[in-house]
Structure formats: C-alpha cells, structure tokens
C-alpha cells in the first residue's frame, strides 16, 4: 500500500499523481503550477521551501531527496530522461539551497548527489548524469551543464567544494569522459569547458576566461594545485600532459599542450580576464 504524508502542496496541481511507498513533503514545499507533479517512487523527500515554481520537480521517478529551498524556478529538477537510472538508489539527493534557477538541475539522466548552495543559475547542472557536486560550486548561468549526458559508459563527473563558478564553466564535457576537479578550481567565463578524456584538476586552478578548455578527446591530462592561472592557460592540451603545481600561471600559458610539451602557435596577446 502506498503512505502519503503531504505537509503543504499549494499551487495548481502540485504535489498530484503521488504513487509512492512513503512520500513527505514538508512545509510550504510544492508552491506553484504542476510542482511536485506525477512522483512514482519510493522514500521521497522533499524539504520546506522545495520544488517551488511551474512544473518544479515534476515527473520525478526514483529515490529522491531534497532539502530545504532547493529546486526553485522554471522546471528545476524536473523530467528526469532515464526512468531506470534514476531507480538507483539516491538516485538524486539535493542538499539545501541548491538547484536554484529556470531549468536548474532539469532532465537528469543517471545518479547525481549535489551539495549545499551548488547548481545556482539558469541551466545550471542540466542533463546532469553520474556526478557529485560538492558545496558552493556549479554557480553561473549554464554552470556544469549537460556533462556525460547521454553516455552509457561509466564515466563520472566530481567538482569539489566552491568550484566551477561562472557562465558555462564546466560545461558540455564529453560522452566517455572521466572528470575530477577539486576545491576552488575551474573559475571564470567558460573555464574547464568541454573538456574531454580523463581529466584531474587539483585545488585552486584553472583560473580565468575559457582556461583549461577544449582537451583533446582520449586525452590524459593531470592538472596539479596552484596552476593554469590566466586567460586560456592550459587551453586545447591534448595526450598525456602533467602540469606540476604553480605553473602555467599566465595568459595563454601551455596553451595546445601535447603530452606535456607546449605547441609554438602565432596566437595574439590576449588581456586577462578578470573573474
């Protein structure tokens, strides 16, 4: 038999079609038009103040938790694109003030644990798939969007705490890619974008416009702490590169890497950008 505990559902039509073993939805959760709408799973949790805005969360299926004003705006979190991945289990588990933004966290194909205050913008961490987002990162319009949608490898995608910040950083990464950045990295306009292979990106690098983007696809690249500072630093590297810590800490600086050694191009000098 199916358990209904349903705290607060104001809105048109929210919290309706509800099909589930347990289901709670605490207060002033559920707070517009089809939010919450067509829920089919087990263990659902929804926090106060979630899933609040037209067709917020709605067609979830799979084992769900959101916290406390998570899930705010225009479809966030909503439609999940494979029903069979999100049946894992915590196939989605969204912290506090998190996924906030039109579209934010929507169309999520796979497993996905996002941390406190991540995933804020328009698009931000759309079509997410296999990934764990630490606290405070995924920030900025378009932010870690769509890495490894559609892939059915097993090919992950980890940002750790107060990284990729900024208009499409971290986005568009690659089908069969294999990402690991860690804390305060991948900062500025299109930082880390489309970054294809298997990629390791230490602490606090990667720093300023479309840095450490475009890898070469089967690509290796080790990113250590401290490095790629500048404004298309560590840009198009490709093969098997290691850059050591603090290095690569101007403009254009390794820019077309090819296992390890910079390429000589006639690129013109560029500003830095500021983040």
Known sequence: AS???????????????LAANYVRIQTEACDGTYACQSITSENILIGEGSCSSVQACQEMTGVVS???????????????????????????????????????????????QISTQSCVGVNACSRLSRATILEES???????????HDSVTDSTWNVGSGSCSGCYACTNTTPESTVTIGNDS???????EKISGNVTIGDESCYGLKACSNSSH??????????????????????????SNSSCVDPQAC?????????????????????
């Open 66 to 112: 959101i916290g406390n004003s998570s899930c705010i705006g225009k479809r966030a979190c909503s439609s999940c694109v494979n029903v069979n991945a999100c049946r894992e289990s915590e196939a989605l588990v969204v912290d506090s003030n998190s996924c906030v933004g039109d579209d934010s966290c929507s169309y999520m194909n796979g497993w996905a």
């Open 255 to 275: 820019r077309y890497m090819n296992n390890g050694e910079p390429l000589v191009h006639d690129a013109p000098e560029l500003p830095l950008m500021i983040l």
């Open 218 to 243: 089967n690509s290796t690249i080790v990113i250590d702490s401290q490095s790629c500072v500048g404004a298309r630093s560590c840009m198009s590297m490709s093969g098997n590169s290691i850059v």
């Open 3 to 17: 358990f209904r505990a349903v705290v607060s559902s104001a809105g048109d039509s929210a919290c309706s079609d």
């Open 186 to 192: 991948c900062l500025g306009f299109s930082v880390c």
């Open 138 to 148: 995924c920030v900025g319009v378009g932010a870690c969007s769509r890495p490894n």
